[in-house]
């Protein structure tokens, strides 16, 4: 077949290494025969020549990052299981749903075979004997694809009794979410296929590794961490390490959406390329929307704290943006221009977390709400200047102590490093106040331009001369 | 009536044998019992209660916490649209206030002769596309009032019947395992040994 470029939806391909994304060029990425064509199950003939711990190793060595959010290595989290229980089982996290993320999307709908390699390879390399792929519920389409692509892998002897005629046996079962962000939250996801309500549980132990699906060892891993790992197997770990940096190797697709001139998914060089090069560049997205200024953006998906631009020469690397009071999260950029209603671009995220919330931890539960319910009042011009204040308190009850947030010349302020403390299980009730945090620290004249000064009625007694 | 039928209690027990625990089954056969009534009903759970037992109580306890899951009736095709930051940000707001003229009903709201129910979502992951929205959980991108317009009209002259099937069909392809494939579910219990491939050495 010749090949055409098809243009997926969102996805912006570019002159640059492809770890993840080589394939979605192909109008038939999904298909069996063009993974076949295109080094397909390569990886995984690779790996099952060679002992399980052999692979978890170059796993290691590799640093492949956990692309979810947390950043952690994929490799030090396989190695977390207890010796000798089993079974162990893996979950693959594809239920995205942060605010301004879809990679993993792209990556079920373009390349399901991919995934499902990485899956295979995981297994055989941790010892994990059954395979569970949690997917959104709301992805018609990647549920299709995902479930063609296993059905076809199954007739071919890829997945299932003695893979490629070996002794490598594991199942893959498809599963469906069916609409809770939470669920993105591995506890969590590990309760909802269970069959429960998708509610986070109580930490420690803190890794599913130790006590997770079944109370049995259980590695959760997202879905681009995985693809990642076919490309790893076939093409060896110096390959793999010599893109990107030593702490951050590899590349990381972002999506970048908002008020810029051309939004999309771009698999980008981890640790080396900056905000500036992604919002300005003209392989990336070629700058603000109308040649507008760039007011603020949202670095790492909605539950990360807001950058200006002084952030912008900041690389992908958490080692930086940590420090600079932000997180690189999901790998969702949203950036606002000039004619941005901060109060009110600030109101649609914390509604989001308000409604997700699960209603486990009261800070969330009850503190997400009244955020909301403040933040609304301010933003349709009800507000006075004691709300602020109030948002602020109410912030604190879910985030004790110093939130981070970004430096500000114009502003004078120093940078508060990420993380932050918080009251809840999980980050849905801190990702609440984030936003109001931000825009209240880095735009507060938005806000007092919008309320009333709070009327203080002086009180005298009856009888007593002033 | 709105028991599953016998080819979806076949499937069901199919797709239950797939699990360790025959309880992590129940939101796949929420979905089906989605896709064979439109919504979810009580003889519904009671029944779904009875393949991986448990109660229907315990069956609505799950339901209830997703979205995706209804407890009456909705519309033939269910529409929603987004409106969080980044579809905020290009106009979803306009876009469903033109949404709610066009149909007749807030959101939230289902058309009086059952076609369309009109809700708000949350972030659908198409977020450089924006605005977006889905009818029962399939895309339409980048959409204007126009395309809005153009797609109601459309929905309702039955000429997108291909590519939006009734409100509850989840995905039109469902993942089937041939039996001579399967290595087949276990309980953890049952299960002592490390993997046959690790040949007795432990994974790291």
């Known amino acids: 077949m010749s090949k055409t470029y098809v243009h997926a939806p969102g996805f912006v391909a570019g002159d640059r290494p492809k770890i993840v994304t080589s394939r979605f060029e192909f109008a038939d990425s999904f298909t069996l025969e063009r993974y076949l064509a295109t080094d397909g199950y390569k990886g995984l003939r690779a790996a099952l020549a060679r002992p399980a711990n052999e692979i978890h190793e170059d796993v290691k060595s590799a640093t492949v990052l956990g692309r979810g959010g947390a950043g952690f290595p994929a490799g030090t989290k396989w190695g977390l299981t207890p010796q000798q229980v089993w079974p162990r089982y893996l979950v693959v996290n594809g239920d995205e749903s942060e605010p301004g993320t879809y990679k993993d999307r792209l990556l079920m709908e373009r ?56 002794k490598f046996s594991v199942d893959i079962i498809l599963h469906w ?42 590695i959760v891993n997202n879905v681009e961490t995985l693809a990642n790992l076919p490309w790893l197997l076939c093409n060896g770990v110096a ?41 300005y560049g003209q392989e990336f997205c070629g700058g603000i929307r109308n040649d507008n200024a760039l007011k603020t953006f949202v670095p790492g998906g909605g539950s990360a704290p807001w950058f200006t631009p002084d952030q912008l020469d900041l690389p992908f690397e ?24 901060i109060p009110a671009a600030a109101l649609t995220l914390t509604h989001f977390y308000a409604h997700e919330s699960c209603g486990k931890c009261t800070p969330c539960r009850e503190g997400g709400t009244w955020l909301e319910r403040i933040l609304r009042r301010v933003v349709d011009g009800n507000g006075t200047d004691a709300d602020l204040q109030q948002l602020l308190e109410v912030g604190a009850m879910i985030c004790p102590g110093a939130f981070p947030h970004a430096a500000n010349e114009k502003l004078g302020l120093t940078a508060v490093p990420f993380p932050y403390k918080m009251t809840t299980i999980c980050f849905v009730g801190p990702s609440a106040f984030a ?32 | ?25 129940l939101i796949p056969l929420l979905h089906l019992s989605q896709e064979q009534n439109g919504y979810i009903t009580r ?36 529409i929603n649209i987004c409106g969080t930051m980044s579809c905020a940000l290009m106009g979803a707001e306009e876009l469903m206030h033109h949404a709610e003229k066009k149909l007749g009903v807030r959101a939230g709201g289902t058309t009086q002769d059952g076609m369309f129910t009109l809700a708000h979502a949350e972030c ?38 291909d590519e939006f099937p009734a409100h509850g069909v989840l995905a039109k392809v469902r993942q089937m395992i041939p039996a001579e494939r399967a290595v087949g579910a276990k309980a953890p219990e049952d299960v002592t040994e490390s993997p046959a491939w690790l040949d007795g050495k432990a994974a790291l």
């Open chain 1, 318 to 341: 958490a080692s930086q943006v940590g420090p600079a009071g932000s997180m690189l999260g999901s790998g969702a950029v949203m950036v606002m221009d000039e004619t941005t209603d």
């Open chain 1, 239 to 279: 390959a793999y390490t010599a893109i990107g940096t030593k702490t951050s190797p590899g590349t990381r697709m972002v999506a970048v959406s908002g008020h810029v001139k051309r939004p999309g998914v771009y698999e980008i060089i981890n640790g080396t390329t900056t905000f500036r090069d992604l919002i």
């Open chain 1, 111 to 166: 390349d399901p075979h991919q995934l499902i390699e990485g899956c295979l390879i995981a297994c055989y390399a941790a010892g994990l004997s059954q395979c569970f792929l949690y997917i959104r519920g709301e992805m018609a389409l990647a549920q299709e694809r995902v479930a063609t692509a296993l059905n076809e892998a199954y007739a071919a002897g890829y997945v299932g009794k003695n893979i490629l005629g070996s």
């Open chain 2, 43 to 78: 003889e519904a759970m009671q029944h779904l209660g009875e393949l991986v037992g448990v109660t229907s109580a315990e069956v609505y306890g799950t339901a209830s916490f997703y979205e995706m899951f209804k407890f009456e009736p909705v519309g033939k095709y269910l």
């Open chain 1, 435 to 466: 936003p109001v945090h931000s825009a209240l620290t880095l735009f507060r004249s938005e806000f007092e331009a919008r309320v009333k000064k709070r009327v203080t009625i002086p009180v005298t007694a009856v009888g007593v001369s002033a």
């Open chain 2, 124 to 161: 659908q992951a198409a977020c450089t596309e924006a605005p977006t929205l889905q009818v029962n959980y399939r895309y339409r991108l980048r959409v204007t009032p126009a395309d809005l317009d153009n797609l109601i009209d459309n929905l309702k002259a039955g000429k997108l019947n």
């Open chain 2, 1 to 25: 009536m709105s028991r599953l039928n016998d080819t979806n209690v076949k499937l069901a027990r199919e797709i239950i044998a797939r699990y360790p625990r025959p309880k992590s089954a």
């Open chain 1, 177 to 218: 979410g069916a609409g809770a962000y939470v669920v993105g939250e591995e506890t969590a996801l590990i309760e909802s296929l269970e069959g429960n309500r998708g509610m986070p549980r109580l930490k420690p132990p803190f890794f599913p590794a130790a006590n997770g699906l079944y109370g049995q060892p259980t």
